[in-house]
């Protein structure tokens, strides 16, 4: 089964949330606004730390 969504912790607030693995577009921190997610085609490039991976 493919893992179609990660919960990132941001670097600079440590807020969690919960995005598509593959996002198409650029996702920000909802409290300080920080790059998480940067699309690259495929897979996105996760910024921050995958706390944990939903089927």
């Known amino acids: 089964m493919?893992?179609?969504f990660v919960k990132v912790k941001c670097a600079d607030c440590s807020n969690?949330?919960?995005t598509?693995?593959?996002a198409s577009?650029?996702?920000k921190?909802?409290?300080c606004g920080a790059v998480?997610?940067?699309p690259?085609?495929?897979n996105?490039?996760?910024v921050g730390e995958i706390v944990e991976v939903f089927n």
């Open 2 to 4: 493919v893992n179609k």
């Open 16 to 18: 969690e949330q919960i």
């Open 20 to 22: 598509f693995k593959k």
């Open 25 to 27: 577009t650029t996702v």
């Open 29 to 31: 921190c909802n409290v």
């Open 36 to 38: 998480l997610v940067k």
């Open 40 to 42: 690259r085609g495929g």
């Open 44 to 46: 996105a490039e996760i």
